[in-house]
């Protein structure tokens, strides 16, 4: 049973797999060469499922840091005897600099060891286990490495040190003096690929400094925000170029599967796919911390993958990062689980569930990049007015909603609010459309959920709009409301429900639950912790009303518990503060940047006389 905390990982990626590496140089998890790949290290998730491990073979202490303006990983060992610097990356393609990151990779995780200072003995550890621990490879010594035969996978070590094998693993020892550097690397290969290989210390080296190089090009081309908490948006930024797919810009909620939102829980699902339901949030997020080109391939992904509207013209809400629809739940019984979190997933069965908002979600992300996608092909057009004509058709339909609950379907209000935004957003986009002879009927169904929405979705007994209709419980997800402009964020109903969540759907520590899971709400047994996402939503519904300091704080609290590398899980333990979900979630980062953000407009405003941190008590909207 894996015990390492969440908040000891730290992610490495070539925009194509991720690895996760502990504090202690071990690698933990390690996809090829998808995201959504076979693991070949998986001992986040069992004892027993694979790692590779590099680090002091006495006591050490630690600390670490992103080589700056990159994803390359540097941890520093601290010993009695003296110092050492391990670097770790996944290697980025010849020529990579600005837009081509990620392009060409040779799929080969490389480790690099040089002393700072004094002589530290060293261990080396290497188990591999590929396909998530079901297969222990043959392994064999060549010259300058270990070759592991097994499945369908052909993987290389590279290793100017001698390892002793046993037990289909590898272990060495080795002492570095200062000055000193040696280079490691695992490269893989599949058997209808030319086979991974032994590469020389010179080639890991030139390689390892040009993808530091290539990552440093691409954030001093698309990093220009400089408003508060900029070192934090920047890296947020680039967490998420790391968890997009090169070859085609999809953009993976999580670079894992199965790390709990509860300790012990079933609440263990599989986040290395892509969601519609993240697109409009994303679109404003690259846009601040990345650039229009990321939005843009995002963007096409989701119009390349998503135009398959069904029979009953249900669009499909996930996708895998190459736009394959069946993405089928399967569990691993041979895994313990993090912390004995099962059953572990692979796969996500929610690609089968009904979510009427995603068509609200498209729409959107087109309205924000309009300027950048210029004119769109016909087929776009069609996908994007049927998408309009759907949510105009289904709004008043039952759905899963935002959070994929796995209980009975309901008029979920975050549901119906996307479908306003639908409309709304496809009768702004009518030129770009060519849907000017739908405007009209449009405009009557946006008045009839908009009318609906008011009526059903505001509840006078709780004080705040509600999770759905006729239900007393709050959700998190009403925030969205001033967010994507339904209402003012000044109007006394959205005041009302921005107090009500900041009241009572907060942990003792003010960060904001997703909704209340007592008594099996959402169909499913347990409970979880308090989501990221929707603290950074707080800050952001905060900010656009002008409360301008509560926002801060609120951002702040729930910033604080990025780990030491800056990285941000789904969800926080109330009671411990420990790291929950799968790791790093880029909803959290989108979050972030997206809150940042409108504090920084907010604070704008302020500062050209406008009102921020006004009586929020006083607000100038109307009540229909």
């Given at each position: 049973?894996?015990t390492t905390?969440i908040?000891?990982?730290?992610?490495v990626?070539?925009?194509?797999?991720?690895?996760?590496i502990?504090r202690d140089?071990?690698v933990?998890?390690?996809?090829?060469?998808r995201?959504?790949?076979?693991?070949?290290?998986?001992r986040?998730?069992d004892?027993e499922?694979?790692h590779?491990?590099i680090?002091?073979?006495?006591p050490?202490?630690?600390?670490?840091?992103?080589?700056?303006?990159t994803?390359?990983?540097?941890t520093?060992?601290?010993t009695?005897?003296?110092?050492?610097v391990l670097?770790?990356?996944l290697?980025?393609?010849?020529?990579?600099?600005?837009h081509?990151?990620?392009?060409?990779?040779p799929h080969l995780?490389?480790?690099?060891v040089?002393g700072l200072?004094?002589?530290v003995?060293m261990?080396i550890e290497?188990r591999?286990?590929?396909?998530y621990?079901?297969?222990h490879?043959i392994?064999?010594?060549?010259?300058?490495?270990?070759?592991?035969?097994?499945?369908?996978?052909?993987l290389v070590?590279?290793?100017?040190?001698s390892?002793?094998i046993?037990?289909?693993?590898?272990y060495g020892?080795?002492t570095?003096?200062e000055g000193?550097?040696?280079?490691?690397?695992?490269?893989r290969s599949?058997l209808?690929?030319?086979p991974?290989?032994?590469?020389?210390?010179?080639?890991?080296?030139?390689?390892?400094d040009d993808?530091?190089a290539?990552?440093?090009s691409w954030s001093?081309?698309?990093?220009?925000?400089?408003?508060?908490w900029c070192?934090?948006v920047h890296?947020?930024?680039?967490?998420l170029q790391?968890?997009?797919f090169?070859p085609?810009?999809?953009?993976v909620a999580?670079a894992?599967?199965s790390l709990p939102e509860?300790?012990?829980g079933e609440?263990?699902?599989?986040?290395r796919?892509t969601?519609?339901?993240?697109?409009?949030?994303t679109m404003?997020a690259l846009?601040?911390?990345a650039?229009?080109d990321?939005a843009s391939?995002?963007?096409a992904?989701l119009?390349?993958?998503?135009p398959?509207?069904?029979k009953?013209?249900?669009?499909?809400?996930?996708f895998s990062?190459c736009?394959e629809?069946?993405?089928?739940?399967?569990?691993?019984?041979?895994?313990?689980?993090?912390?004995g979190s099962?059953p572990?997933r692979?796969?996500?069965?929610?690609?089968?569930q009904r979510q009427?908002?995603?068509?609200?979600?498209?729409?959107?992300?087109?309205a924000?990049?309009?300027?950048?996608?210029g004119?769109?092909?016909?087929d776009?057009?069609r996908f994007?007015?049927?998408c309009?004509?759907?949510?105009?058709?289904?709004?008043?339909e039952?759905?899963?909603g935002i959070w994929?609950?796995?209980?009975?379907p309901?008029?979920?209000?975050?549901?119906?609010?996307?479908?306003?935004?639908?409309?709304?957003?496809g009768?702004?986009?009518v030129g770009?459309l060519?849907?000017?002879?739908?405007?009209?009927?449009w405009?009557?169904?946006?008045?009839?959920i908009?009318?609906?929405?008011?009526r059903?979705?505001?509840n006078?007994?709780?004080g705040?709009?509600?999770q759905?209709f006729?239900?007393?419980?709050?959700?998190?997800s009403a925030?969205?409301?001033?967010?994507?402009?339904f209402l003012?964020?000044?109007?006394?109903?959205v005041?009302?429900t921005i107090?009500?969540i900041?009241?009572?759907l907060t942990?003792?520590h003010g960060?904001?639950?997703?909704?209340?899971?007592e008594?099996?709400?959402?169909?499913l047994a347990?409970?979880?912790g308090a989501?990221?996402l929707?603290s950074?939503?707080l800050?952001?519904?905060?900010?656009m009303?002008?409360q301008?300091?509560?926002?801060r704080?609120a951002?702040?609290r729930?910033?604080?518990?990025a780990?030491?590398?800056g990285l941000?899980s789904?969800?926080?333990d109330?009671?411990?503060?420990?790291l929950?979900?799968?790791?790093p979630?880029?909803?959290?980062?989108?979050?972030?940047?997206n809150?940042?953000?409108?504090?920084?407009?907010a604070?704008?405003?302020?500062?050209a006389?406008?009102?921020?941190?006004a009586?929020?008590?006083?607000?100038d909207?109307?009540?229909?």
């Amino acid at each position: 049973m894996s015990t390492t905390p969440i908040a000891d990982l730290a992610l490495v990626s070539d925009r194509h797999s991720a690895g996760l590496i502990s504090r202690d140089g071990s690698v933990e998890w390690l996809c090829f060469p998808r995201f959504d790949g076979p693991s070949v290290f998986a001992r986040l998730l069992d004892d027993e499922a694979g790692h590779w491990a590099i680090r002091p073979a006495v006591p050490y202490e630690t600390t670490r840091r992103y080589v700056p303006q990159t994803m390359v990983l540097e941890t520093t060992f601290h010993t009695g005897s003296g110092t050492v610097v391990l670097t770790d990356a996944l290697l980025t393609g010849p020529d990579d600099g600005g837009h081509r990151l990620g392009v060409g990779v040779p799929h080969l995780l490389a480790r690099r060891v040089s002393g700072l200072g004094g002589d530290v003995p060293m261990e080396i550890e290497y188990r591999p286990r590929p396909e998530y621990g079901l297969i222990h490879p043959i392994l064999s010594i060549v010259d300058g490495g270990v070759t592991a035969r097994g499945g369908a996978e052909w993987l290389v070590l590279t290793t100017p040190v001698s390892l002793g094998i046993g037990d289909c693993s590898g272990y060495g020892v080795f002492t570095v003096r200062e000055g000193e550097t040696r280079h490691f690397g695992l490269h893989r290969s599949t058997l209808e690929e030319a086979p991974a290989r032994v590469w020389d210390q010179a080639e890991l080296a030139a390689r390892l400094d040009d993808t530091i190089a290539a990552w440093q090009s691409w954030s001093s081309l698309h990093q220009a925000y400089d408003g508060p908490w900029c070192d934090l948006v920047h890296h947020s930024g680039r967490v998420l170029q790391a968890l997009s797919f090169q070859p085609s810009g999809a953009i993976v909620a999580a670079a894992t599967t199965s790390l709990p939102e509860w300790a012990g829980g079933e609440r263990n699902w599989d986040y290395r796919y892509t969601w519609v339901r993240d697109a409009s949030l994303t679109m404003g997020a690259l846009w601040v911390a990345a650039c229009p080109d990321e939005a843009s391939d995002f963007f096409a992904f989701l119009t390349t993958a998503a135009p398959s509207l069904g029979k009953d013209r249900a669009l499909q809400i996930m996708f895998s990062v190459c736009g394959e629809h069946d993405l089928s739940e399967r569990t691993l019984p041979h895994l313990r689980g993090w912390r004995g979190s099962r059953p572990v997933r692979v796969g996500n069965d929610a690609w089968n569930q009904r979510q009427i908002d995603v068509y609200g979600e498209l729409l959107d992300a087109a309205a924000r990049l309009e300027h950048q996608i210029g004119d769109i092909d016909d087929d776009v057009r069609r996908f994007l007015v049927a998408c309009a004509d759907t949510a105009a058709e289904r709004w008043t339909e039952r759905d899963q909603g935002i959070w994929e609950v796995r209980g009975e379907p309901r008029d979920f209000l975050y549901s119906k609010l996307m479908c306003w935004v639908a409309l709304d957003r496809g009768i702004a986009l009518v030129g770009l459309l060519r849907a000017q002879d739908r405007v009209e009927s449009w405009r009557r169904t946006r008045a009839e959920i908009r009318d609906t929405l008011l009526r059903e979705g505001w509840n006078d007994r709780v004080g705040a709009f509600t999770q759905s209709f006729g239900s007393d419980e709050l959700d998190a997800s009403a925030l969205m409301v001033p967010i994507i402009g339904f209402l003012p964020a000044h109007d006394p109903r959205v005041l009302a429900t921005i107090d009500a969540i900041a009241d009572r759907l907060t942990d003792e520590h003010g960060l904001v639950y997703r909704y209340r899971t007592e008594g099996g709400v959402d169909g499913l047994a347990g409970e979880e912790g308090a989501f990221l996402l929707c603290s950074f939503w707080l800050a952001q519904a905060l900010a656009m009303s002008g409360q301008v300091g509560r926002a801060r704080e609120a951002f702040e609290r729930a910033a604080a518990y990025a780990n030491d590398v800056g990285l941000l899980s789904e969800e926080v333990d109330p009671g411990s503060g420990e790291l929950l979900g799968n790791f790093p979630q880029a909803f959290s980062h989108i979050g972030l940047i997206n809150a940042a953000w409108a504090i920084d407009e907010a604070e704008r405003t302020a500062r050209a006389g406008g009102t921020a941190d006004a009586d929020h008590g006083k607000g100038d909207g109307q009540m229909a």
